[in-house]
């Protein structure tokens, strides 16, 4: 949108928000995508009066938004590894705890204390055997 003040593209709600509360003159909107999905736009504003973009512009920042969209896509990819090795590390620290536990009890209590632990929360594992209860919390 090279003028805000005069463009069809940009309903009067949108047209004051840009103009009055931002100060938006003119703006390209280019969106990021990973695998034709929008993940988010880059926008790019003059708030010094109309603007024409020109398409030499209009490609360089394409361009950057196809390399933000990556970094973004990257970095989430990172994220989400990080995640996965954590619950690896804390399934096989439990795993360990508990194969080494000599008795039901002691499974059991070892099991849901590193739960808990893990997922910082509360929980309780109620035995019955014969006439008697046994609780382990």
Known sequence: VSDMHTSPEVDAVSGHIFLNVLGIQAMLAVPLLIGGEPIGWLLVESLTGPYEFDEREIRLYHALADQAAITVQNLRLIEES?????????????????????????????????????????GMVRLVADDTSDVVE
């Open 82 to 122: 990080q995640r996965s090795a954590i619950r690896e590390r804390n399934i096989a620290e439990i795993t360990a705890k508990v194969r080494a536990a000599t008795t039901v009890d002691t499974v059991l209590r070892t099991t849901i204390e590193e739960l808990c632990r893990t997922l910082d929360s509360v």
